[in-house]
């Protein structure tokens, strides 16, 4: 992994691939916005993020959750934390000196998996989907177990975001059957790589009852 820089223009690439640049964040800044918009108490929200990047969705739900709120972040690479913490934080505008931010170096699995209702939200952005993974270790997350994991983490009524470049429809159908009510949203902007070039990007709001 490694970031490359242009003026105020950031990329962060994985091997050859793009991984992220912050010149298109709609997509990260609506699965916090999503999942926000869906919770009934925001003022103590506490939020799991996977997934640091340049900071947008952790931005996003810092914008959205009041004074008592708390904001998690889990990154499994160092360097993102350090990037983040330096020059790059400017593209979200330096998310992690607010206090109501935390982060965890390591996997979100690992939190996912240790918690029981804890959280009021769970947004995952740490694939390009849930068949096209980052790191093999994170495919646990799509699994019935992974699912199950993230609901028992949730409060009744808790939502659990998933960002994809690509509709899956058999994860549709998994988390329905871990008893989560499901809506899959579409999420377009234009010049965004997605596999099928259209720009349109998939976000699962899925609640815990």
Known sequence: ???????????????ERRLMTNRGHG??????DLACDRLARLNDARILVGGLGMGFTLAAALRRVGPAGRVVVAELVPAVVRWNRGH??????HPLQDPRAEVYIGNVC??????S????????DVDNGPRMLTRPSNGWLYTRGGIEAARAALIPGGILGI?????????TRRLRKAGLAV?????????????DDSGTQVLWMARRP
């Open 1 to 15: 992994m490694y970031l490359l820089s242009r003026g105020s223009e950031y990329a962060i690439h994985v091997d």
């Open 110 to 115: 690992d939190l996912v998996e240790a918690s």
């Open 163 to 171: 960002w994809s470049a690509a509709i899956d429809g058999s994860l």
């Open 117 to 124: 209702a804890s959280y009021s939200a769970i947004l995952l």
């Open 88 to 93: 790059v934080g400017r593209a979200a505008r």
């Open 183 to 195: 809506e899959v949203l579409r999420y377009t902007e234009e010049g965004r790589p997605t596999p």
């Open 27 to 32: 997509s990260e800044d609506a699965l916090a």
